[in-house]
């Protein structure tokens, strides 16, 4: 049976008023949609830092007005001038900029491009897809880099920084999951039991990774997923074994690296880049597979909560002020 197309919808959009970002759940139809060869009937997004700082404004993320943000979305196609996405059929979007520079996920309906799409994958609904979003895949991507330096679970144990977060809270399920030994580190006393629960053997205080590194420290980790940046991600390049690898993915502790080059020419560190925004498609659905297999189940009802569109511009707020832990699912359809 064919979905009908509502004439009005909800979306949260973007402003400038006076410099400054504004934001408003407005009625829109579907003549206002951008262009796009998929329309799309959209079920869930979620709240990524990204979304908070494009939300608040805090960030220079937004780069064209006015602007539906959300960087993720799972729907379902009403209509595709693409040969190889049908109507009915569910897909999934992260990343390409969506929610930046294109619209995104936080409109009940939206036009897409369908080279950004990937089948939902079979062993997976749309909420639990969301509430793996890009901090999921991220995560992922994180621990396929650490797995092609040859960092196994035999090798040594992992830190993960910023682990109350969405990439950060993952990253600690997987590899708690996959055997490894997780040392998390949160600046917040109320994150630690959280943590615990999702595997991690031990809580590092983020006072203590903060402390300026020398140029090289007592080795104390095979591999670790780095969300953070700046003196953090110094202080585990200081601390990381020979041959061992670090996977950084964030800046929510400042985008400088005030380090020196030892730990790469005196210890074999690699310090490994990782993007999921221009991720090709095909080492995304790599990624997605391996979420749904290395991923615990009760590991995503631990880490999620559900918002309506109407609750988004709080919890991003909230998000800014480092209030929120885990990953926060949007319902398009309340």
Not at 98 to 125: A, C, F, H, T
Not at 217 to 226: P, Y
Not at 244 to 258: H, I, Q, R, T, W
Request: hydrophobic letters at 40%; a negative charge; proline letters at 4%.
């Amino acid at each position: 049976m064919a979905q009908v197309t509502p004439e009005n919808f909800k979306a949260l959009v973007l402003r400038q008023e006076s410099g400054k970002t504004v934001s408003a759940v407005e009625q829109l139809t579907i003549d206002e949609l951008p262009e796009g060869d998929v329309l799309l009937s959209v079920d869930y997004s979620s709240i990524n830092y990204k979304d908070s700082m494009a939300v608040t404004g805090a960030g220079k993320i937004v780069r064209t007005w006015p602007m539906v943000p959300g960087i993720d979305l799972t729907g379902t196609i009403i209509e595709s001038d693409a040969d190889n996405y049908k109507p009915g059929e569910k897909v999934l979007l992260t990343g390409w900029s969506v929610g930046e520079q294109y619209w995104g996920g936080y409109s009940q309906i939206q036009r897409v491009q369908s080279k950004w799409l990937i089948p939902l994958p079979q062993s997976m609904d749309g909420k639990t897809a969301m509430a793996i979003g890009t901090a999921g895949l991220t995560a992922m991507l994180c621990v396929m880099a650490l797995e092609d330096a040859g960092i196994k679970p035999d090798t040594g144990p992992v830190i993960v920084t910023g682990a109350g977060g969405g990439v950060g809270s993952v990253a600690v399920a997987i590899l708690s999951n996959l055997g490894y030994d997780v040392s998390a580190v949160s600046g917040r006393t109320s994150t630690h039991d959280y943590l615990k629960k999702l595997g991690a053997k031990e809580i590092i205080s983020r006072e203590e990774m903060e402390k300026p590194a020398r140029a090289l420290e007592k080795q104390r980790w095979a591999g670790a997923v780095d969300t953070v940046g700046d003196v953090i991600l110094a202080r585990v390049l200081a601390e990381t074994d020979y041959n061992g690898a670090v996977a950084a993915c964030g800046l929510a502790g400042g985008f400088k690296l005030p380090t020196t080059v030892m730990p790469f020419i005196l210890r074999n560190v690699r310090l490994q880049g990782v993007d999921s925004v221009m991720c090709p498609n095909e080492k995304r659905q790599i990624a997605w597979k391996r979420l749904a297999q290395d991923l615990p189940e009760s590991a995503l009802n631990d880490i999620n909560k559900v918002v309506s569109l109407e609750d988004v511009p709080q919890v991003a707020e909230d998000m800014m002020a480092g209030k929120v832990q885990g990953r926060t699912v949007v319902d398009l359809k309340a």
